[in-house]
């Protein structure tokens, strides 16, 4: 199938073409959730004329997904869809001369890079390597190409890496050997290979004279399990490869030292930028006109939720600095400016996520965007394309200019969808809480609300700890979902949240049980006194992870507010977490040390030592491959609640991790948690 650019265009309706709305409106559910429409890797031109970007849809309950291409320069917002294939193409990247893509698709049953051309003929398979290509990057010149793979260390050839994972597959009950940690993380068991960085030469849709630039090294690149290729870029010149990663050594499992590297693109002099920083270093992003290199960094060594400051180095004279040194938050993403005055940034700020542009040279900041929550997508010189979302909102794109005005929608998906769904209301509060100090919060107001009732509270406790649900919208903990099943929502972003400041979110450090659960007190006090529709005597509390592990310590602290707990990968006992967690720098910097070291600091808030205080009916649910927070935890808590008779029910998932990703044991999970809660709570009045 053809796709030219000039045929498709033309023939395509505006993004924002509206469905009229018909019928009754209804309360969001988790069907409805579980099959929204989704929108993946966009990226935007270079000459900033089009965006393409990946949708993701249901069609006769069978995801399909496909790119699209929509125009920017013009007020149309048209689209074109330029893929139609039973795979998933993702990870768009474009061609300097802007009449290209390339992306990865698993077409041909392995995960390869592609490449198709806008003005016209089929997509053509670029790579076609032995083993799956994880992610992938084109130098400025499209003369390189830069491929991340999955490799051991002890082959010296692609095809004897994919034996290695042919013979592996074949025994899968074969014992696993180990001599230093990390032996698993967050859901893999450590199978000896790591992610590492391939540069080879482009030329004539093929790859060529592939070479291991970071061959032998014990570490991944980018780490395992979240980071992707924005932590690797090629030099402005494109003879390095620049990147982040940690230093190969026995102390993975404590330490929080990534660094810059910089290697050549033949594998030469692979040699650390950033090695007087014992703290995190991460996203090395170049200015168009190859003068500054600008990456995140915390300064606190151990410290995973530190703030991110954003520093500078001049590539000409060498000198690093900090910009807007003063200006509290902690970048997420960046990207320069088509001027390389400047810099995109997005940040937590108070209970949202925005965007704000950042002078390099004198650290003025100009906020773009305020309510939501906005991830940068793509610059150009008159626009910036997000993708944002909302409490209220799934997910859309807009392009809003470059000092901030005229933020203008540019996708429409799931009109159809909910068209008929009603969300809650919702607002952001504020309250004194612990040491009389502002804390924020979130109310949602059931759907279909009438101010004559009163209505049950879910109260939703924020996993991290240092996190926060803000105004935002996710297929895990949707706070629409409890308001669609007629509850009244509370979320309480308290001491330890993100977004307030440094000095607040380093406020939870070894006081896990002190501020917070003040704060929560307090908070759905104050919410229940603002807003009267709120029964405070008809509540359930329910958390993730640290959210589970505050639901656990309000059993045994709070014993009498609840109808009912629901505990989702919650942690139970503090001494038994630490020796079977994988990421120790985690506890070791939140409570202060090791538990050898500071078993006090533990044992302080432990959730397990109040347990002769527990009496309220609790859900306990876990995944079996979850190595954040193993389920030895969930299945401990779950033992005390039966052997003291009090009202329990334990939902296992054999192939969930810390997070329930699975489509229909999403659905399984909220109809537990709200059929949990239906049977502890009142009926509407």
Same mark, same amino acid.
Request: one cysteine or more.
């Given at each position: 199938?053809?796709?030219?650019?000039?045929?498709?265009?033309?023939?395509?309706?505006?993004?924002?073409?509206?469905?009229?709305?018909?019928?009754?409106?209804?309360?969001?559910?988790?069907?409805?959730?579980?099959?929204?429409?989704?929108?993946?890797?966009?990226?935007? @031109?270079?000459?900033?004329?089009?965006?393409?970007?990946?949708?993701?849809?249901?069609?006769?309950?069978?995801?399909?997904?496909?790119?699209?291409?929509?125009?920017?320069?013009?007020?149309?917002?048209?689209?074109?869809?330029?893929?139609?294939?039973?795979?998933?193409?993702?990870?768009?990247?474009?061609?300097?001369?802007?009449?290209?893509?390339?992306?990865?698709?698993?077409?041909?049953?392995?995960?390869?890079?592609?490449?198709?051309?806008?003005?016209?003929?089929?997509?053509?398979?670029?790579?076609?390597?032995?083993?799956?290509?994880?992610?992938?990057?084109?130098?400025?010149?499209?003369?390189?190409?830069?491929?991340?793979?999955?490799?051991?260390?002890?082959?010296?050839?692609?095809?004897?890496?994919?034996?290695?994972?042919?013979?592996?597959?074949?025994?899968?009950?074969?014992?696993?050997?180990?001599?230093?940690?990390?032996?698993?993380? =967050?859901?893999?068991?450590?199978?000896?290979?790591?992610?590492?960085?391939?540069?080879?030469?482009?030329?004539?849709?093929?790859?060529?004279?592939?070479?291991?630039?970071?061959?032998?090294?014990?570490?991944?690149?980018?780490?395992?399990?979240?980071?992707?290729?924005?932590?690797?870029?090629?030099?402005?010149?494109?003879?390095?490869?620049?990147?982040?990663?940690?230093?190969?050594?026995?102390?993975?499992?404590?330490?929080?030292?990534?660094?810059? =590297?910089?290697?050549?693109?033949?594998?030469?002099?692979?040699?650390?930028?950033?090695?007087?920083?014992?703290?995190?270093?991460?996203?090395?992003?170049?200015?168009?006109?190859?003068?500054?290199?600008?990456?995140?960094?915390?300064?606190?060594?151990?410290?995973?939720?530190?703030?991110?400051?954003?520093?500078?180095?001049?590539?000409?004279?060498?000198?690093?600095?900090? +910009?807007?040194?003063?200006?509290?938050?902690?970048?997420?993403?960046?990207?320069?400016?088509?001027?390389?005055?400047?810099?995109?940034?997005?940040?937590?700020?108070?209970?949202?996520?925005?965007?704000?542009?950042?002078?390099?040279?004198?650290?003025?900041?100009?906020?773009?965007?305020?309510?939501? @929550?906005?991830?940068?997508?793509? +610059?150009?010189?008159?626009?910036?394309?997000?993708?944002?979302?909302?409490?209220?909102?799934?997910?859309?794109?807009?392009?809003?200019?470059?000092?901030?005005?005229?933020?203008?929608?540019?996708?429409?998906?799931?009109?159809?969808?909910?068209?008929?769904?009603?969300?809650?209301?919702?607002?952001?509060?504020?309250?004194?809480?612990?040491?009389?100090?502002?804390?924020?919060?979130? =109310?949602?107001?059931?759907?279909?609300?009438?101010?004559?009732?009163?209505?049950?509270?879910?109260?939703?406790?924020?996993?991290?700890?240092?996190?926060?649900?803000?105004?935002?919208? @996710?297929?895990?903990?949707?706070?629409?979902?409890?308001?669609?099943?007629?509850?009244?929502?509370?979320?309480?972003?308290?001491?330890?949240?993100?977004?307030?400041?440094?000095?607040?979110?380093?406020?939870?450090?070894?006081?896990?049980?002190?501020?917070?659960?003040?704060?929560?007190?307090?908070?759905?006090?104050?919410?229940?006194?603002?807003?009267?529709?709120?029964?405070?005597?008809?509540?359930?509390?329910?958390?993730?992870?640290?959210?589970?592990?505050?639901?656990?310590?309000?059993?045994?602290?709070?014993?009498?507010?609840?109808?009912?707990?629901?505990?989702?990968?919650?942690?139970?006992?503090?001494?038994?977490?630490?020796?079977?967690?994988?990421?120790?720098?985690?506890?070791?910097?939140?409570?202060?040390?090791?538990?050898?070291?500071?078993?006090?600091?533990?044992?302080?808030?432990?959730?397990?030592?109040?347990?002769?205080?527990?009496?309220?009916?609790?859900?306990?649910?876990?995944?079996?491959?979850?190595?954040? +927070?193993?389920?030895?935890?969930?299945?401990?808590?779950?033992?005390?609640?039966?052997?003291?008779?009090?009202?329990?029910?334990?939902?296992?998932?054999?192939?969930?991790?810390?997070?329930?990703?699975?489509?229909?044991?999403?659905?399984?999970?909220?109809?537990?948690?709200?059929? =949990?809660?239906?049977?502890?709570?009142?009926?509407?009045?």
């Amino acid at each position: 199938m053809k796709h030219p650019l000039f045929y498709v265009l033309p023939l395509l309706l505006s993004a924002t073409t509206a469905i009229p709305f018909l019928g009754h409106a209804k309360g969001f559910d988790v069907k409805t959730l579980t099959t929204l429409e989704s929108i993946h890797s966009g990226a935007v @031109s270079p000459n900033g004329e089009f965006l393409v970007y990946g949708l993701t849809k249901f069609k006769n309950d069978i995801k399909i997904s496909n790119l699209y291409i929509q125009t920017l320069n013009d007020s149309s917002n048209a689209i074109g869809q330029l893929t139609n294939h039973s795979t998933k193409e993702h990870d768009v990247v474009w061609s300097n001369d802007s009449k290209s893509i390339y992306f990865l698709s698993q077409r041909n049953g392995s995960s390869q890079v592609w490449r198709l051309p806008l003005q016209g003929g089929e997509a053509l398979q670029i790579t076609d390597l032995p083993i799956d290509v994880n992610g992938f990057k084109l130098s400025s010149d499209n003369k390189n190409i830069v491929l991340t793979l999955d490799v051991f260390n002890d082959c010296d050839s692609l095809s004897c890496n994919s034996k290695k994972l042919e013979d592996r597959a074949k025994s899968p009950n074969a014992g696993r050997e180990y001599n230093q940690l990390m032996v698993r993380h =967050w859901d893999t068991w450590n199978d000896g290979s790591y992610k590492h960085l391939f540069v080879g030469q482009l030329k004539d849709d093929t790859v060529s004279n592939l070479i291991d630039v970071t061959k032998g090294l014990a570490t991944d690149i980018p780490a395992k399990p979240f980071s992707g290729m924005e932590e690797v870029n090629f030099s402005p010149d494109n003879k390095t490869i620049v990147y982040s990663a940690k230093a190969p050594s026995k102390n993975q499992a404590n330490s929080t030292n990534f660094d810059i =590297w910089q290697v050549n693109i033949d594998g030469t002099k692979n040699h650390n930028l950033t090695e007087k920083n014992k703290a995190w270093d991460a996203q090395p992003t170049f200015s168009d006109d190859g003068r500054y290199m600008a990456y995140a960094a915390m300064s606190k060594v151990g410290a995973e939720s530190d703030r991110r400051a954003i520093m500078l180095k001049d590539l000409i004279t060498g000198v690093v600095k900090e +910009v807007a040194p003063l200006w509290d938050r902690s970048v997420r993403q960046m990207q320069f400016s088509k001027d390389s005055r400047n810099l995109i940034v997005n940040a937590q700020d108070i209970g949202q996520v925005s965007v704000f542009l950042i002078n390099i040279q004198f650290g003025d900041i100009k906020q773009l965007t305020l309510d939501g @929550s906005s991830s940068l997508i793509g +610059v150009s010189d008159q626009y910036i394309i997000t993708h944002k979302k909302s409490l209220d909102n799934p997910g859309q794109l807009y392009k809003i200019n470059i000092d901030g005005s005229n933020e203008t929608l540019i996708t429409n998906i799931n009109e159809s969808n909910l068209k008929h769904v009603e969300f809650g209301q919702y607002s952001q509060f504020s309250f004194k809480g612990w040491n009389d100090e502002q804390v924020h919060g979130y =109310w949602v107001k059931p759907a279909n609300f009438n101010p004559k009732k009163k209505y049950p509270i879910a109260f939703l406790i924020h996993g991290g700890p240092q996190g926060s649900f803000s105004n935002s919208f @996710s297929t895990r903990w949707n706070a629409q979902l409890w308001a669609g099943a007629g509850y009244g929502v509370v979320m309480i972003d308290f001491h330890g949240s993100t977004g307030y400041g440094q000095e607040f979110t380093q406020s939870i450090n070894q006081d896990w049980g002190g501020k917070p659960l003040e704060d929560l007190q307090k908070g759905l006090a104050a919410a229940v006194s603002q807003q009267p529709w709120l029964d405070g005597d008809n509540a359930c509390a329910l958390g993730g992870s640290y959210g589970g592990y505050m639901v656990n310590w309000i059993a045994g602290n709070w014993p009498d507010k609840f109808k009912c707990l629901v505990n989702h990968a919650g942690l139970f006992d503090m001494r038994m977490f630490y020796n079977v967690t994988e990421e120790l720098w985690f506890p070791n910097y939140d409570f202060g040390g090791s538990y050898q070291q500071v078993s006090d600091s533990y044992e302080k808030f432990n959730p397990v030592n109040y347990t002769k205080h527990w009496k309220t009916p609790m859900l306990v649910i876990h995944g079996e491959k979850d190595f954040r +927070v193993p389920y030895g935890q969930g299945l401990a808590a779950f033992t005390v609640l039966q052997k003291n008779n009090i009202d329990s029910k334990l939902l296992i998932f054999p192939s969930e991790n810390h997070w329930i990703l699975n489509s229909d044991n999403k659905i399984q999970w909220y109809n537990n948690v709200l059929n =949990w809660m239906t049977r502890h709570t009142k009926e509407l009045k």
